[in-house]
Structures are given as structure tokens and as C-alpha cells.
């Protein structure tokens, strides 16, 4: 713990640089190197889909063997398992949508999927489950019926929910890639959803900052729509140029002032004092060497940690002088300010 944060992020944030439009780059690191680089980088959790832990093809009995041997490594690091989530968008069954698509096939495999994750959840002793619906939008939008999709959509977490009755679901949602659109685009979407399933007090949020800039939104403010809700469960920091593909750029590197009200926000709500992991989804730049492919994850705690610095040294009492005398020119300098380090 380091000035009262936790960090987290999950191995997929740490790869080989392939995309879609080009092989890998680097070599992987080993799954025990990457809780090395964890360890080592004074991180507290590691977040995991399903199949990071896990071949979940394997029997109940292989699954539990396999699961309690990573949680050793884990225990072994003194590092913590913040979240499972069910990776169910990649099946051939699931080429078009899981728990929305239109063939009843997918949508039960996503639901035994995710039953399988939850059991993998328990097993490593993580309590929250992350959803985030890949493919559950559309390319054409009367090959789908949108109304539908939210219906089943409840019906999927109802299952879930009743499945296990102690998991919390963080959904994550994002507005399109790989999808055009996504039927439950933002956070507002996805609590309105909530509302209807069978238990609301076991369902919240995680937002990631570069989802929240594609569709459109400032991530504090969709943090800050979360938290008076009380469902600001986690988060995903990173950042994103524009209205682009999904760039999970290293916290604070595009736009540091759009990271400080981040910030600013998480800590005036004492974000991570009910156990909330600040969580990164931060990808390697295609042209980093092996060696240095883990400094986006360094660099964006460090940011992180840096900009909360900043925000402590903030004069409160000034700040809201210039609110009460409607002054905001004189607070983006002020803040701005203090960005530059004068
Ligand atoms: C993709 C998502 C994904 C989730 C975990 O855009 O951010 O990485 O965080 O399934
Ligand atoms: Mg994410």
C-alpha cells in the first residue's frame, strides 16, 4: 500500500505486441515472471479472465489442482486476486454475441462459461466477477433486436446472480470495438440494467478511463456518476487520444489534467477504503524491446502516485473562493499550474 492505493493489473497487460495487423514483436513473459514484475513493481493484485489462471477445458478436479497452485504463487508473492472474469466472447460459439446473440446456443454457453468462472473466483479468492460484453452489440442493426439484447442481458446476470449468491458483478462496459456499437454502452446503461435483475446490491461497476473517452464522456465525471451511486467497485485507468480504437495508453501520458480530476475525485471520495484496487488496463507499446515492456505498468502507478501528490498540495480554501466567485479561468490555471510543477 502505498499513500493509502492498492494496484492491480492483469497479464494480458503485459505481451507480446501482436494486433490486428502484425505478428508479435517480443517474446512472452512466463506467467511467474509476470508476478515477478508485479512483485517487484510494489504491486498488491493481480486481475484475472478465466483463462489467465486456467485451461478451462480441463475436469472440475484438474481446474481445482491447477487453481490452487497459482493461488499459492500469488499467496507466495503476498499479492491478491482482485477480480475473475469469464472470458466468453472468444468460443466459436460465440462469434456473434454470448448472452445477447440470437442462437440460444451461445447464449447458454455464456452462462455455463461464466458459471465456471465464478467457481474459479472462489477458488483463488477473489469475490468480484468483471463482465465485459466484447461482442453483445452489433454491425447491423436489424440483424439484432436491441430491445432483446437488454432482456436477455438481464436474464444472463440473473443466472449468474442466482448461481452464487455471495459474487459481486462489476460490469465494464465500453460503447463499440469490437463491436460497432454495444447495446449497454456506459456505466448509466449498465445501473439502469442492474436495477432490474434480481439482486442490485450485488451488482456495480468498473470504469475504465479510455472507454469512457470513447464514447464520448469525461471519465471523472463518469466516475463521480458511479460513486454517488455507491458503485464505484473498480477501476481500469489508462488513457486514450480521441475518438480512436481502444488505446489503453499509460495513466496521466495524453492529457495529465484529465488524469488529475481522476484523481482528484477518486481521492476526495476515499476511493480504496472499502478494499477498491486502483486496477490498470494499460497496453505495451508495440515498440518497446522485452526488457522494458513492463514500464507503462511502472510509469502509470508512478504517474498515478505523483498526481496524487499534487492534488494533497491543492489549497482547498482557495479553490473554493475561486468557486464561489465563479473564477474557473483562474482554477485551469491554478491547475495547470500545478501540473507543470510551478
Ligand atoms: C477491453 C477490456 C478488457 C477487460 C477485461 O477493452 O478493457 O481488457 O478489462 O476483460
Ligand atoms: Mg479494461
Known amino acids: 500500500m502505498e499513500k493509502g492505493y492498492r494496484f492491480s493489473f492483469g497479464p494480458w497487460n503485459i505481451h507480446t505486441g501482436a494486433d490486428p495487423f502484425g505478428p508479435p514483436v517480443r517474446e512472452e513473459f512466463s506467467f511467474d515472471e509476470k508476478l515477478d514484475i508485479a512483485f517487484n513493481l510494489k504491486f498488491d493484485a493481480i486481475q484475472f479472465h478465466d483463462d489467465d489462471i486456467v485451461d478451462v477445458n480441463l475436469s472440475a478436479s484438474e481446474i481445482e489442482k491447477k487453481v490452487k497452485e497459482i493461488k499459492k504463487k500469488l499467496d507466495d508473492k503476498n499479492l491478491a486476486a482482485e477480480f475473475v472474469a469469464p472470458r466468453i466472447w472468444e468460443h466459436p460459439l460465440t462469434v456473434d454475441g454470448t448472452f445477447t446473440s440470437n442462437n440460444l446456443e451461445a447464449r447458454k454457453y455464456a452462462v455455463e462459461r461464466t458459471k465456471k468462472a465464478i467457481d474459479i473466483a472462489n477458488l483463488i479468492g477473489a469475490k468480484n466477477l468483471v463482465l465485459w460484453p466484447a461482442r453483445e452489440g452489433s454491425y447491423t442493426r ?134 477498491e484496487y486502483v486496477g490498470l488496463d494499460v497496453k505495451v507499446l508495440r515498440t518497446q524491446k522485452k526488457a522494458v515492456s513492463y514500464k507503462h505498468l511502472q510509469y502509470s502507478r508512478q504517474i498515478f502516485l505523483a498526481l496524487v501528490d499534487i492534488v494533497r498540495s491543492l489549497d482547498e480554501n482557495k479553490l473554493e473562493q475561486l468557486r464561489a466567485s465563479q473564477d474557473y479561468e483562474e482554477i485551469d490555471y491554478y491547475i495547470t499550474n500545478k501540473i507543470l510543477g510551478r
Open 142 to 275: 436489424e440483424a439484432k433486436d436491441a430491445k432483446l439484447a437488454i432482456d436477455r442481458f438481464v436474464e444472463y446476470l440473473n443466472s449468474v446472480l442466482d448461481y452464487d449468491k455471495n459474487i459481486r458483478i462489476l460490469g465494464e462496459m465500453k460503447p463499440n470495438e469490437p463491436m460497432d456499437a454495444s447495446f449497454c454502452p456506459t456505466t448509466g446503461h449498465f445501473l439502469a440494467l442492474a436495477s432490474r435483475t434480481i439482486d442490485p446490491e450485488r451488482v456495480g461497476v468498473l470504469i475504465e478511463t479510455a472507454h469512457t473517452i470513447l464514447a464520448g464522456l469525461e471519465p471523472s465525471d463518469e466516475m463521480g456518476f458511479a460513486l454517488s451511486f455507491g458503485k464505484l467497485w473498480g477501476i481500469h485507468l489508462n488513457d486514450q487520444n480521441g475518438l480512436k480504437f481502444d488505446e489503453d495508453r499509460t495513466f496521466g501520458v495524453v492529457n495529465p489534467k484529465r488524469a488529475l480530476s481522476q484523481v482528484y475525485l477518486l481521492e476526495k471520495y476515499k476511493y480504496g477504503r472499502n478494499g
